[in-house]
């Protein structure tokens, strides 16, 4: 869990460069900031194939919220604010948008004023349910609601929030995870500060392998057996079905039915 430790001291370190800077309040000097009073915010319309990659990473800070949307299209709602209008001035979203691959990135201009600022930006997407979600480096909480055929993210500094997706590849998370309904192709999360929840719904069929977990398996639904490996412990459902696999955890496991 030291390399967990070390990469996100790292990215804290970093604020000065792509995160918005702390406010000088005492009482908030632990908390993201992800409003200011100078703001804009546009829209854009995405025209898309099957099986669209989506790609958000350069620092977002605020939210990224993943909703359902059309077929063949990706709607994107970005919103920008900063403590003044020279911090606003100082950065941008840019949206690369293809038919099979949209990036999204946060651009922070190399100017004297601009070194460091006090911003964030807020990404709301609604897509078609073959998306490929793919999120690298942001600040701000990512909430997926689906349905998408993939989410991965690397490096998430607030809490995830994820159901609906076919697969799940998830490494090094700040703050915890709440996963709902249990992907069908299976997941593997990795590297996670905070608890770890999976609510299996309704499933009767799955399969839960957990490994160097520091806190306790809790709430496990009583149809569920455990059997001890070497690496840590297998919580089966039923004949067992897609697997989860979750490893390096500094909290708690949580297994639900909702």
Not at 121 to 129: E, G, K, N, R, S
Not at 141 to 156: D, F, I, K, R
Not at 190 to 211: K, T
Request: aromatic share 4%; net charge neutral; with cysteine.
């Amino acid at each position: 869990m030291s390399r967990l430790r070390l990469y996100l001291a790292a990215l804290l370190l970093g604020a000065c460069v792509w995160l918005p800077a702390l406010p000088s309040v005492a009482d908030e000097e632990t908390r993201l900031v992800t409003s200011y009073p100078f703001k804009d915010s546009f829209s854009r319309h995405c025209p898309v194939k099957g099986s669209p990659r989506i790609v958000i990473k350069g620092g977002i800070s605020g939210p990224v919220i993943v909703s359902s949307g059309r077929s063949g299209a990706v709607d994107v709602d970005v919103t920008r604010t900063a403590a003044t209008q020279q911090e606003l001035d100082c950065h941008e979203v840019k949206i690369d948008a293809g038919p099979d691959l949209i990036t999204i990135t946060q651009v922070q201009f190399d100017r004297r004023e601009c070194h460091t600022i006090r911003a964030s930006q807020a990404i709301t997407l609604h897509v078609p349910a073959d998306a490929l979600i793919d999120v690298t480096a942001i600040a701000g909480e990512l909430q997926v609601t689906g349905p998408v055929q993939s989410v991965t993210a690397n490096s998430v500094a607030s809490h995830v929030s994820i159901s609906g997706a076919r697969t799940v590849d998830l490494n090094s998370l700040a703050k915890g995870l709440s996963l709902g309904g249990v992907p069908t192709d299976g997941a593997t999360i990795a590297s996670v500060n905070g608890d770890v929840e999976l609510n299996v719904g309704e499933r009767r069929d799955v399969a839960i392998r957990i490994s160097l977990l520091t806190g306790h398996i809790r709430s496990v639904p009583s149809d569920f057996v455990s059997r001890r490996t070497n690496g840590g412990y297998l919580l089966l459902g039923g004949q067992g079905g897609p697997l989860l696999s979750v490893s390096s955890v500094e909290g708690d496991v949580v297994v639900r039915r909702r």
